[in-house]
């Protein structure tokens, strides 16, 4: 596709449109999931509709069954290394929902990665290292 048909894509996906249809989504992943005994789990990534604190807080409050797996990194958009403290500080407010299943434990060290990993622990909540 052509880079106007990517924008329109995108744009269509960030429509309420498109959020509506990732929540029907989902939804029948959830029941899916129910009937096979396991959970879903969500990884929220930047550039993605669950990409930041305001959609990952929705989805958790709407779809309160589905687990989300908590990833700094991920969340963080290419060329932001900068706001990496703030994100983490941000982050530990949202450490308390049960919807947070899993911390990823990155591999940049930083004061505030590590007070985001003691939140976690302090609150039961697993971390997890991915790409070792």
Do not use: Y
Request: proline share 6%; charged share 25%; aromatic share 4%.
């Amino acid at each position: 596709g052509s880079e106007p048909d990517s924008i329109a894509a995108a744009f269509a996906r960030w429509a309420p449109h498109g959020k509506a249809e990732l929540e029907n989504r989902l939804r029948a992943w959830e029941r899916a999931c129910a009937q096979a005994g396991i959970e879903l789990l969500i990884w929220p990534r930047a550039g993605t509709l669950v990409s930041d604190i305001p959609g990952l807080l929705n989805i958790a409050r709407k779809m309160e069954t589905v687990g989300v797996v908590l990833d700094p990194e991920a969340l963080l958009p290419s060329g932001f290394a900068m706001r990496r403290d703030d994100l983490n500080t941000r982050l530990q407010q949202v450490l308390e929902l049960g919807a947070v299943r899993a911390v990823v434990r990155g591999v940049e060290a930083s004061p505030s990665a590590a007070e985001l990993q003691e939140r976690a622990r302090a609150l039961g909540k697993p971390l997890i290292r991915v790409g070792v």
